[in-house]
């Protein structure tokens, strides 16, 4: 059943490329493409942890009658290496039947999201108003990753003390390429984000952001979101891109942030060793 399902939903999607700007799909594409190390063949580009556990297909160039083989590939050298496997596909990638062989092949469909560009004007910034009210942190050290985590727990996300030993590596090792806002209230932090800067690219990319239950509908979301576009336009950014579930989409949308194409993880866990 889910596999139709898919089917359907890519078919219906499989001309998205026709409803939007042409040159803002293909600047997702080209920072998909220089996000990660390319295969040897060329055919996928990969994002990978620093401590090896997850891999992330982040783009893929195959034709359809190889398709099959390639997942074959990536999905046997997950197993063989002992690490979890997301491949990202986007509703204009082909072949459209990619994500029904992942299916298929052994991986669960995530959440579908909303891929959203806001291009980084002062027109573009000045909606989201006066937000300088909200104690905003950026954090530069380890430590403080602790307050990121308590986030987490509160909104009940799987595999907190993953996240933060990973996030802690990227800090160690890549400062000038993540920046991690998180907003305070009376001390206790209550909603939080990131932002990624790719070395030599001219776009930003959120993504991250959650709040606590007890804090939400106000206004801690829209001002990290408003805090990280600041800090990308300061750093020389033009646009800044989002992967955006349902709940967060409308409230972008409502800030000036524009549909470009829709994606969906399928994901392939290891079991526990």
Not at 20 to 28: F, G, M, P, Q
Not at 107 to 112: R, T, V
């Amino acid at each position: 059943m889910k596999s139709s399902l898919i089917t359907i939903i890519v078919k219906e999607r499989c001309d998205i490329s026709q409803f939007v700007r042409s040159d803002i799909l293909a600047a997702l594409d080209a920072e998909r493409r220089a996000m990660g190390t390319p295969s040897a063949g060329g055919d996928v580009v990969v994002e990978r942890t620093g401590d090896g556990s997850e891999c992330r297909i982040v783009f893929s160039s195959c034709p359809a009658e190889e398709i099959n083989e390639l997942i074959r590939r990536e999905r046997d050298a997950a197993v063989a290496g002992g690490y979890s496997l997301e491949w990202k596909y986007y509703g204009h990638d082909t072949p459209v039947e990619l994500p029904e062989r992942l299916v298929a092949a052994g991986f669960e469909a995530d959440d579908e999201e909303e891929v959203l560009v806001l291009p980084l004007d002062e027109a573009s910034l000045a909606t989201f108003g006066d937000v300088d009210r909200y104690d905003i942190r950026i954090v530069r050290d380890e430590r403080d990753l602790a307050d990121y985590a308590e986030v987490s727990r509160e909104i009940g996300r799987r595999n907190v003390e993953e996240e933060r030993r990973a996030l802690a590596l990227k800090l160690k090792e890549s400062l000038d390429e993540m920046s991690i806002h998180i907003a305070y209230v009376d001390g206790e932090p209550v909603a939080c984000g990131r932002v990624y800067f790719r070395t030599g690219g001219s776009y930003a990319e959120l993504t991250g952001g959650r709040t606590k239950t007890t804090h939400r509908r106000q206004g801690h979301f829209t001002a990290l979101v408003a805090s990280r576009l600041q800090e990308a336009r300061d750093r020389g950014r033009t646009h800044a891109f989002v992967d955006a579930l349902p709940t967060s989409a409308p409230i972008l949308r409502k800030q000036g942030f524009q549909f470009v194409t829709w994606t969906r993880p399928f994901v392939l866990e290891q079991p526990p060793k």
